[in-house]
């Protein structure tokens, strides 16, 4: 139903190969044994194939409620598994086009957008330029390949990809391929294609930063599309990955689901931040589903390894919260985002409705105005004020505890560090922010000696 191929540098042109495929439980088991097909164009003979062995158990991964049973064990409901298999090679040189890639024959059956629907093949290569002596590793997806999605639910496929070694990544759509040459790819059937694989009104959206793909299906349908991944370093291509992916779009057998949401950072729409080395970040994500007879369960990809997340799930059965911590070093200075992915899905039967967001964290230099200003960084409350509402959309609110002998002095700051509003205050001030850019913005009140800072989110 779908895979990709990752692959991992272990040192001396040496890698670790991931193939990942999907399989429909309704259809021909794996062999536990694939092969990965290697090509260049700079005369290496060999190696030309490797073998990758099954790695564990396949995984039963079919997105249904707690007390759905799948083909995958015996039941009815559309099942999904994941089988991963792993190997390592040794490439003998340097190549900007060395190339893995793995053919499946066939795909499953129920493909209804593509002329030859289950009788093709499925073919997904990934490419390594090894030519800059850059040990690289590709980036790994969070989500699997495969979506399901309710007919007339406005809905995302997103991608989750994320690359520790923070590298550039483009997304772009393709036809998915059946073999080796690249003309060799899928027919649609007249009115599709790999811009728009199945029906959707409004039609389907693609953001190639992201690799999102936003739609509403108007009715049943199974389809596949293709999207490849590439990965920049200092604006050389160094890696390449095809994903080829599956749709699924069904009629809601109960009231129609209506998919949970998850917030950005605080509750707000923002995704990204910045942040100082030494200073601690911390914020919440919150889920929330309209339906109050469904529960909700909220994961994360665990991106950044040194930061903590933490799941509450006591507020309701359908509102949790889940807290992110971290505090970068000055070794995490870095112009590439530090991001991770977090997913909310809920216990709707017999499939989950679900939503997933990617957060991203930017470490700033200590020189950058937005770490050298003193008032950029948030502190404790060495003097006590409030601002409400956080976020704010039209007016911002300034409650504070002013000494009658005291001059006090306010500032705001954007988040590159740039002073946006100033002004002596008295002991409650109302700000217009209606016009402001969206974003993420420090207050800043100096009292004599006493400088206190806390940020808001202007949406």
């Known amino acids: 139903m779908g895979g990709e191929i990752t692959y991992a540098c272990i040192g001396s042109n040496q890698y670790t190969v991931t193939l990942t495929l999907y399989r429909d439980c309704s259809g021909i088991p794996l062999s536990s044994l694939q092969t990965i097909i290697i090509t260049n164009s700079c005369g290496f003979s060999s190696p030309s194939s490797m073998s990758v062995n099954l ?25 999904l598994e994941r089988y991963v298999f792993e190997g390592t090679v040794t490439l003998p040189g340097g190549c900007s086009d060395w190339t893995f890639s793995n053919t499946v024959v066939n795909r499953n059956l129920s493909i209804t957008t593509t002329a030859n629907g289950g009788n093709d093949s499925l073919f997904i290569y990934s490419l390594i330029n090894n030519t800059t002596a850059i040990c690289d590793t590709s980036p790994e997806f969070f989500g699997s390949a495969v979506g399901f999605f309710y007919v007339g639910s406005p809905s995302c496929f997103y991608q989750g990809v994320y690359d520790a070694e923070g590298d550039s990544l483009t997304f772009q759509l393709t036809t998915p391929r059946t073999g080796p040459v690249p003309s060799d790819t899928v027919h649609y059937l007249s009115g599709y294609s790999y811009t728009q694989p199945i029906t959707s009104s409004p039609l389907m959206t693609f953001d190639s930063s992201t690799g999102e793909f936003c739609f509403t299906s108007t009715q049943i349908e199974n389809s596949v599309f293709a999207v490849i991944v590439s990965e920049f370093r200092n604006g050389i291509l160094i890696g390449q990955m095809e994903r080829d992916i599956q749709l699924r779009t069904i009629v809601d057998p109960l009231p ?24 601690p970040i911390n914020f919440f994500i919150a889920a929330y589903d309209s339906n109050t007879t469904e529960d909700l369960y909220q994961s994360w990809d665990n991106g950044i390894a040194s930061a903590t997340w933490t799941y509450n799930s006591s507020i309701a059965s359908n509102a949790d919260t889940a807290f992110f911590s971290w505090t970068p070093t000055v070794f995490d200075i870095s112009s590439t985002p530090y991001c991770f992915n977090s997913s909310v899905f809920d216990s709707h039967c017999p499939n989950s409705g679900f939503q997933t967001h990617q957060f991203c964290i930017t470490v700033l230099p200590l020189t950058d105005p937005f770490c050298i200003n003193p008032g950029i960084q948030e502190r404790d409350a060495a003097l006590n004020f409030q601002i409400y509402p956080n976020p704010a959309h039209d007016e911002l609110n300034l409650l504070y505890e002013k000494q009658e002998t005291q001059l006090t002095f306010l500032a705001i700051y954007n988040s590159t560090g740039q002073n946006v509003y100033s002004e002596m205050i008295s002991s409650f001030e109302k700000i217009n922010v209606s016009s402001w850019p969206r974003g993420l913005y420090t207050i800043v009140i100096n009292a004599g000696n006493k400088v206190t800072a806390k940020r808001v989110v202007i949406q």
């Open 55 to 79: 790695a564990g158990n396949p995984q039963q991964i079919s997105p249904i409620c707690a007390t759905g049973l799948s083909t995958c064990n015996g039941g009815t409901v559309f099942g």
């Open 256 to 279: 129609p689901n209506i998919v949970p949401t998850l917030s950005g950072i605080n509750g707000s729409t923002l995704l990204n931040m910045d942040a100082c080395p030494g200073v």
